[in-house]
């Protein structure tokens, strides 16, 4: 029903910055918190940052100062600026979104590769 493509994604140098976006598309709906998550190898998905369609956003402390979310309501796309990435950072990001409204299902992008080399 609805569709999340996400773009970005790339490997680059520690240090360095990507710029992560999905866009929505598909059957309409009104579009509530928006978020990514990441799984690195072995490891479970993790959140990293969330916005809700009032703009106010929540980060894991790992990337606390490093990260910023946003969302253009207008475009229906969530975008994660990424600065001074690290190794550590290296995952596959995937984007979720949720229905605004109480029982709506949310959604989950097919996730785009980030590597972060030292």
């Known amino acids: 029903q609805v569709q999340l493509v996400e773009s970005g994604g790339g490997l680059v140098q520690a240090g360095g910055s990507l710029r992560l976006s999905c866009a929505a598309s598909?059957?309409?709906?009104?579009?509530?918190?928006m978020g990514w998550y990441r799984q690195a190898p072995g490891k479970q998905r993790e959140l990293v940052a969330t916005?809700?369609?009032?703009?106010?956003?929540n980060y894991a402390d790992s990337v606390k100062g490093r990260f910023t979310i946003s969302r253009d309501n207008t475009k229906s796309t969530v975008y994660m600026q990424m600065n001074s990435l690290k190794p550590e950072d290296t995952a596959v990001y995937y984007c979720?979104?949720?229905?605004?409204?109480?029982?709506?299902?949310?959604?989950w992008g097919q996730g785009t590769q980030v590597t972060v080399s030292s």
């Open positions: 979720n979104v949720r229905g605004f409204y109480s029982g709506s299902p949310d959604y």
């Open positions: 598909g059957s309409s709906f009104t579009l509530g918190t």
């Open positions: 916005i809700t369609r009032g703009s106010n956003i």
